[in-house]
């Protein structure tokens, strides 16, 4: 029907117009605008602004839990803290074998890698017999080992934290989201564990063959992220862990993320903060 310009009907036409646009305006900005937090499926989980310190999203960050393979962060630092010599030899024996039961392992008993090969494998991999050898063959031995880890820890201000043994598989050692956002930030001073860590994939000689190993965290393979440092983790009683300090959107990120059960929830709850912090920064900048 043809509406002519100034007649009654046209008039009324454009006062139902100006009526609705306010409220059609009001709906895009509320699609528009973010939700107030991420949509994360992990049991609990923090998001650290490492730049102001300030914690952007959390839920149960204050609990305790198992944190699996998580623990090879703080075994690292207490290594490297114990200065021994990088490329001194270290041989799997039938301790650590012992000491790894339950867990698969590419390193056999007899096998001989360098302290710095074994703290690679350890970071990048999880590998559990090479975390357990470095603390074997810690000064003074495992239990200096286990003791030092439990130092640093109530150093850095850990409270919920407590170690029993150097690989994670235990569910004895615990922690808090919050205490593990600390132990990434102490990690990523250690230049080796930020390298180790986030190296995609590392090749080691046995008996004179090239044996390759892969990062358990593809993210670091991925050209949109920049990941300085991780940890994966993963035990029945943990749930599937992560840890990552990370760049999004130019700001320094650290996020901690604990039992998660999906296969690849944790790697799809990363990527889900990623894109809540992209859209926040955007919001904001309207």
């Known amino acids: 029907m043809h509406v002519r310009h100034g007649s009654p009907l046209a008039e009324l036409a454009l006062c139902l117009i100006a009526a609705l646009a306010p409220a059609a305006a009001s709906a895009t900005a509320q699609t528009a ?7 994360v499926r992990s049991h609990s989980y923090l998001v650290l602004d ?3 310190a300030s914690v952007l999203a959390a839920r149960n960050e204050r609990a305790a839990a198992p944190i699996a393979s998580l623990t090879k962060l703080m075994t690292a630092i207490v290594v490297l803290e114990a200065g021994q010599p990088m490329d001194e030899m270290l041989t799997i024996t039938a301790d650590d074998v012992r000491g790894t039961a339950g867990s698969g392992s590419r390193l056999g008993k007899g ?15 999880s590998e559990n017999r ?13 239990a200096a080992c286990v003791k030092a880890m439990n130092a640093k ?4 201000g850990m409270k919920s934290a407590r170690f029993v043994e150097a690989t994670g598989l235990s569910a004895g050692n ?3 989201a919050q205490d593990l956002a600390k132990l990434v930030l102490a990690a990523s001073r250690y230049p080796k564990i930020r390298e180790y860590s986030t190296d995609p994939e590392h090749t080691v000689h046995l008996n004179r063959r090239p044996l390759e190993f892969r990062n358990t965290n593809n993210l670091v393979k991925n050209p949109a992220w920049q ?11 943990a749930g599937r862990c992560l840890v990552m300090q990370t760049v999004i959107d130019g700001r320094n990120v650290v996020i901690v993320l604990l039992n998660s059960w999906g296969k690849y929830t944790r790697t799809a709850d990363a ?8 859209t926040q920064s955007g919001y904001a900048s309207l």
């Open 111 to 125: 096998a001989r890698l360098s302290r710095a090969d074994m703290l690679h494998l350890a970071l990048m991999s």
């Open 174 to 176: 615990v922690a808090s």
């Open 130 to 142: 090479a975390a357990h050898v470095l603390c074997r063959t810690y000064p003074r031995g495992q």
């Open 33 to 39: 605008k973010p939700q107030s937090t991420p949509d």
């Open 227 to 237: 990941v300085k440092l991780q940890k994966t983790g993963y035990t029945a009683e």
């Open 153 to 156: 820890g109530r150093a850095l």
């Open 50 to 52: 490492e730049d102001d």
């Open 271 to 278: 990527k889900r903060i990623r894109t809540w912090i992209e």
